[in-house]
């Protein structure tokens, strides 16, 4: 399944960082460098650098916070465009698709413990946890 190019002709190769800033994995393009630069992004099992080149059929490992995607790149564009043009960039594999949604309905069943809790305190709150901390 190949990814049309709006407005230009197809493009052979790529950067690896301007192509998860276009495929919208990561908000801009320099955190994408970053997330090269510490590992979190590897081509065929292996880290690479933000400069090297990535073309359709390659296999990417992406972890975006502890969410892990593996991923087969579909196509290339030079533009960030709209999320559901994104997604027809890159095809997830099956086995990283059921992990995902084993994490969220992990997720769902036990939410980490506060994430309940909005805003600040109210004055009962803070009482008992100056009463906790001042104890210790």
């Given at each position: 399944m190949a990814v049309e190019q709006i407005g230009q002709a197809a493009l052979a190769s790529m950067r690896i960082d301007k192509w998860l800033w276009t495929a919208r994995f990561y908000k801009t393009r320099s955190l994408a460098a970053q997330a090269v630069a510490a590992g979190h992004v590897k081509l065929a099992g292996h880290t690479v650098k933000a400069a090297r080149e990535l073309r359709p059929g390659d296999e990417l490992e992406i972890g975006?916070?502890?969410?892990?995607?593996?991923?087969?790149?579909?196509?290339?564009?030079?533009?960030?465009?709209?999320?559901?043009?994104?997604q027809r960039l890159y095809g997830e594999t099956v086995e990283s698709h059921q992990r995902r949604a084993a994490q969220q309905e992990a997720?769902?069943?036990?939410?980490?413990?506060?994430?309940?809790?909005?805003g600040r305190p109210t004055k009962k709150a803070r009482r008992l946890i100056r009463g906790f901390t001042d104890n210790c």
């Open positions: 975006v916070g502890d969410t892990v995607w593996k991923i087969v790149v579909r196509g290339l564009n030079e533009q960030r465009r709209p999320a559901v043009e994104a997720r769902r069943l036990a939410p980490a413990p506060g994430s309940d809790l909005r």
